[in-house]
Structures are given as C-alpha cells and as structure tokens.
C-alpha cells in the first residue's frame, strides 16, 4: 500500500517537474531566476525523498516475516 503511494508520488513530482521546467527561468537575474533554482533544487529533493521511501520500503510480506522472526526469538528467549 505504501510502495503504491510512493510511485504515485513519484508520478506527480516528475508530472509537475515536466510541466513547470518550460516556464521556469533559472538563468534569469532577480527573484525570478532566484524562485526558478529554489523551485527545481525543491523538486529535486522531493523526488529524492520519494524514491528512497519506494526504494528502501520492505514489501508487506518481508515486513510480515521479520515480525515472525522477532516474536519467534522473544518467545524462545523467554523459554530459557
């Protein structure tokens, strides 16, 4: 369910960042050069942000697994 919301995510800031770099300014001089490279530097971290969250997510089985794992190891801790 995350890793869906990560890619949709990912869709919209490529989607926004396409339709906005035409319009966009970044060798002009001023506050509209300067909104320009504030603009895109804060897509860019936006995107990076999303696609580490996709990349680095585990898979609801994975994530499943390792609870089994810790339960397991607690309740053979506990048996002595």
């Excluded at 396409?18 to 300014?25: C, E, G, H, K, S």
């Excluded at 603009?39 to 996709?54: D, E, M, R």
Aim: include cysteine; aromatic fraction near 12%; glycine fraction near 10%.
């Amino acid at each position: 369910m995350k890793r869906t919301r990560y890619l949709l995510c990912l869709l919209g800031t490529i989607a926004m960042f396409v339709f906005a770099l035409p319009r966009l300014a970044p060798g002009a001089e001023g506050l509209g050069g300067l909104f320009s490279l504030l603009w895109i530097s804060f897509c860019l971290i936006v995107f990076a942000g999303n696609l580490a969250a996709f990349l680095f997510t585990a898979k609801d089985g994975e994530k499943k697994q390792a609870k089994r794992t810790v339960v397991t190891k607690k309740r053979a801790y506990a048996r002595g």
